[in-house]
C-alpha cells in the first residue's frame, strides 16, 4: 500500500533519488554517454563517406573548378576521423574504469575482461584504438581522396589513410604493428569506421545484457516508484 508521502510528487521524487536502483539508473546513464558520444562520431564519418562514395556528389568533387572543395573535404575528414578515434579510445577507457569502480573483483567484471580480450585483443582493434593515441600525440593522420576508374567498371570513390606515415611512429603495440605490416601503402578509411564500429556495437549490446540482470530487484523496485510518480503527474504541463 502506498503511503501518504507517495501522494506528494516532490516527497516522492525524493524517495525515488535515494534507492539503489535510481543509483545504479543513474551511472548507467553517465556511461552511456561516451558510448552515445562514439556513435554520434561514427554516424557522422559514415555519412561523410557515403556522400563521397555517391557520383552525384563524389564526381562534381574531381572537376578542376572545384578542386578547392575537393581539398576542403579532405580536410574535413581529417577532423572527423580525430573525433572518431578520440571517442573510441574514450569509450573503451571509460568502460573499463566503470567496470573496476562498481564491479571490481566480481564474476561480471571476469567475464567483462574475458570479452574484452574475445573481442579487441587483435591487431586490429589495437591499431584503431592507437590511432588515438597516434592523432594525440604525433601528428593528425595523412588523408587522400582518390578516384579509381577501371574498364568497365563503376567508379570507385575511396578516401584512404597513408599506411608509410604511419609505419614512422615509434610507439605502436607489437599488435599494432604486426596489423600495419599485413597493409599496403594505403588503408581504405571505409574498413577502419564500419569494422571497429561493428565490433564495438556487438561489444556494447552484449555489456547491456549482462549488466541488467545485476540490479534486477534494485531497478523493479525504482521502476514501481517511477510509474507511481508517473500517474500523480500524468497531465501536468509545464511551462
Known amino acids: 500500500m502506498a503511503s501518504s508521502e507517495d501522494a506528494n510528487p516532490v516527497v516522492l521524487m525524493k524517495r525515488i533519488e535515494a534507492t539503489e536502483g535510481w543509483k545504479v539508473m543513474s551511472r548507467i546513464h553517465?556511461?552511456?554517454?561516451?558510448?552515445?558520444?562514439?556513435?554520434?562520431?561514427?554516424?557522422?564519418?559514415?555519412?561523410?563517406?557515403?556522400?563521397?562514395?555517391?557520383?552525384?556528389?563524389?564526381?562534381?568533387?574531381?572537376?578542376?573548378?572545384?578542386?578547392?572543395?575537393?581539398?576542403?573535404?579532405?580536410?574535413?575528414?581529417v577532423r572527423l576521423v580525430h573525433n572518431y578515434v578520440a571517442s573510441a579510445k574514450s569509450l573503451f577507457e571509460h568502460t573499463r574504469k566503470f567496470v573496476k569502480e562498481y564491479y571490481s573483483n566480481s564474476a561480471f567484471e571476469k567475464e567483462y575482461l574475458r570479452k574484452v580480450d574475445e573481442t579487441f585483443h587483435d591487431p586490429f582493434s589495437s591499431l584503431v584504438i592507437q590511432l588515438r593515441d597516434y592523432t594525440l600525440h604525433n601528428d593528425l593522420p595523412t588523408i587522400s581522396a582518390n578516384l579509381l576508374f577501371e574498364p568497365n567498371k563503376p567508379f570507385r570513390f575511396r578516401i584512404l589513410l597513408?599506411?608509410?606515415?604511419?609505419?614512422?611512429?615509434?610507439?605502436?603495440?607489437?599488435?599494432?604493428?604486426?596489423?600495419?605490416?599485413?597493409?599496403?601503402?594505403?588503408?581504405?578509411?571505409?574498413?577502419v569506421v564500419d569494422d571497429y564500429n561493428t565490433k564495438v556495437t556487438s561489444f556494447y549490446e552484449w555489456f547491456g545484457r549482462q549488466l541488467q540482470p545485476l540490479h534486477t530487484k534494485e531497478l523493479a523496485e525504482t521502476e514501481t516508484l517511477l510509474e507511481r510518480l508517473r500517474e500523480l503527474t500524468a497531465g501536468d504541463v509545464i511551462s
Open 30 to 77: 553517465i556511461h552511456a554517454t561516451s558510448y552515445r558520444v562514439f556513435k554520434g562520431n561514427y554516424e557522422e564519418i559514415h555519412r561523410a563517406l557515403e556522400a563521397y562514395h555517391n557520383p552525384e556528389i563524389g564526381l562534381p568533387l574531381w572537376e578542376v573548378k572545384n578542386r578547392a572543395k575537393l581539398d576542403l573535404f579532405r580536410r574535413e575528414m
Open 162 to 191: 597513408d599506411v608509410a606515415s604511419l609505419r614512422k611512429w615509434s610507439r605502436w603495440s607489437a599488435k599494432s604493428k604486426e596489423y600495419l605490416k599485413t597493409l599496403g601503402p594505403e588503408l581504405e578509411l571505409d574498413l
